[in-house]
């Protein structure tokens, strides 16, 4: 990873934000489904087919993991990870919690990421050993951290949904019973707030990879910690908890019992 990976991943993320801004609210939104029975846009589309053609134009040599269009990253030391619209439930809907993920993995570790946000006019984007930030409204960057709440009845807790839990759910029900406050926000939001030191713990039970790349390193550069529920770190568990990292042992036991 150099400089100029980050510098690509932030022109990605203008390219996405410029059309999906477009389309976002737009009468004449095509919206169809998917053989796995969830929702995907015309948006959708054309934005990761965007960022493939920049991918392909400026890091030919690179693999590419995209959550409409498949993957060809198999074998690759390099590969980027593009979710074109996390939350296109809300995207189709008007709400306007979603963003494009934009990760690099090289040798199996994240080391950039962007979610970019332009309906909430804000991006979040971090890279290996260089901290996280935010920008508002295109202003200038600064720099984000977790918090330091240390015991999970004075925690915030952010979640996506009660479905999903299965097995765990009993254990996610006194998870969110013990801690102080619980709000919905989910998606990629939850995460991005305790990156800020506005939440203490996001969790969701079940997530891809395009969910989880981006946030991971975010989350990991504001000081945090990010897992999947079952404690194992890193965005390949099929699950996603962020926390700061004084809070992440105790919730990892609260999620598996024990």
């Known amino acids: 990873m150099d400089a100029t990976d980050l510098q690509l991943a932030l022109a990605l993320a203008d390219k996405a934000d410029s059309i999906t801004s477009a389309r976002y609210q737009a009468q004449d939104l095509v919206v169809t489904t998917k053989p796995d029975n969830t929702p995907v846009t ?6 990761e087919t965007a960022i493939r053609e920049l991918i392909k134009a400026q890091r030919p040599d690179d693999g590419l993991v995209g959550e409409e269009f498949g993957d060809n990253a198999e074998g690759k030391k390099r590969y980027w990870v593009i979710d074109p619209i996390d939350g296109t439930k809300n995207f189709m809907r008007g709400v306007p919690t979603w963003a494009t993920l934009i990760a690099l ?3 199996g ?38 918090s330091k709440v240390a015991k999970l009845s004075d925690a915030s807790i952010t979640y996506s949904d009660f479905l999903g839990w299965d097995e765990r759910s009993a254990t996610f029900d006194t998870l969110i019973k013990t801690c102080w406050r619980t709000r919905g ?26 969910d989880m790349a981006a946030i991971d390193i975010i989350v990991r550069e504001a000081g945090g910690v990010f897992s999947g529920v079952n404690g194992v770190h890193g965005p390949h568990q099929g699950s996603g908890l962020s926390t700061n990292a004084h809070l992440h042992e105790a919730v990892v036991k609260h999620l598996n019992g024990k």
Request: with cysteine.
């Open 42 to 47: 015309d948006a959708d589309k054309a934005t």
């Open 185 to 210: 926000f989910g998606d990629f939001w939850s995460h991005m707030l305790v990156a800020e030191g506005a939440a203490d713990i996001a969790v969701e039970p079940k997530l891809a990879l395009w």
């Open 105 to 107: 993995i090289e040798d």
């Open 109 to 146: 570790e994240v080391v950039v990421g962007v979610a970019s946000a332009p309906a909430l006019t804000r991006r979040w984007y971090a890279s290996k050993n260089n901290g996280a930030f935010v920008c508002f409204n295109k202003q200038m960057p600064k720099r984000i951290s977790v």
